[in-house]
T-cell receptor
Framework: NAGVTQTPKFRILKIGQSMTLQCTQDMNHNYMYWYRQDPGMGLKLIYYSVGAGITDKGEVPNGYNVSRSTTEDFPLRLELAAPSQTSVYFC??????????????FGSGTQLSVL | SQELEQSPQSLIVQEGKNLTINCTSSKTLYGLYWYKQKYGEGLIFLMMLQKGGEEKSHEKITAKLDEKKQQSSLHITASQPSHAGIYLCGADRSTLGRLYFGRGTQLTVWP
């Protein structure tokens, strides 16, 4: 069972470079999320999507973009990488979302360093 | 300010000891979730609490929700090295399924 798959697992970028973090899920979940985790800071929500074609900002969206053209895929784009974007990024999905009755399934994360 | 406060930030216990981790929300809770994270891995769902007074157990881990206090506690009985990791609480504050997380509690269990 694949679940939520993230690629790459590790990446080093130079300041100003761009890249896309890939996330795909095979559970036919409508809801998908991107979080970043900084040491000692827990997880911060970057963007989320409630279905194909619909995305919205979370707590820390600046410097990122997302798209959701299919139910399965939810890529996260960094246009001009900055050292402040050094973090571990997690993608997650859930089937219904909301109401305190749905758990999230997480990918294994992408560790990104911007130097 | 952090909307979900976890305490303690880190915990080191000897194998076999009991321990408790707390999570307090500054806003109304629609649901409270507990996740565990091992180094280099994603988050694994442990338990979800929805109603005040609700208590759930899985193996040696018990979680309770005090809705009035907007607080949850996670209790591990007779800790083992396999319990080591980071425990995070997450809260659903809307009907949109956007979980917000605390900063986590780093648990170390030494033999």
């Amino acid at each position: 069972n694949a679940g939520v798959t993230q690629t790459p697992k590790f990446r080093i970028l130079k300041i100003g470079q761009s890249m896309t973090l890939q996330c795909t899920q095979d559970m036919n979940h409508n809801y998908m999320y991107w979080y970043r985790q900084d040491p000692g800071m827990g997880l911060k929500l970057i963007y989320y999507s409630v279905g194909a074609g619909i995305t919205d900002k979370g707590e820390v969206p600046n410097g990122y973009n997302v798209s959701r053209s299919t139910t399965e895929d939810f890529p996260l784009r960094l246009e001009l990488a900055a050292p402040s974007q050094t973090s571990v990024y997690f993608c997650a999905s859930s089937s219904t979302g909301g109401g305190g009755n749905e758990k999230l399934f997480f990918g294994s994360g992408t560790q990104l360093s911007v130097l | 300010s952090q909307e979900l406060e976890q305490s303690p930030q880190s915990l080191i216990v000897q194998e076999g000891k009991n321990l408790t981790i707390n999570c307090t929300s500054s806003k109304t809770l629609y649901g409270l979730y507990w996740y565990k994270q091992k180094y280099g891995e994603g988050l694994i769902f442990l338990m979800m609490l929805q109603k005040g007074g609700e208590e759930k157990s899985h193996e040696k881990i018990t979680a309770k929700l005090d809705e009035k206090k907007q607080q949850s506690s996670l209790h591990i009985t007779a800790s083992q090295p396999s319990h080591a990791g980071i425990y995070l609480c997450g809260a659903d504050r809307s009907t949109l399924g956007r979980l917000y997380f605390g900063r986590g509690t780093q648990l170390t269990v030494w033999p």
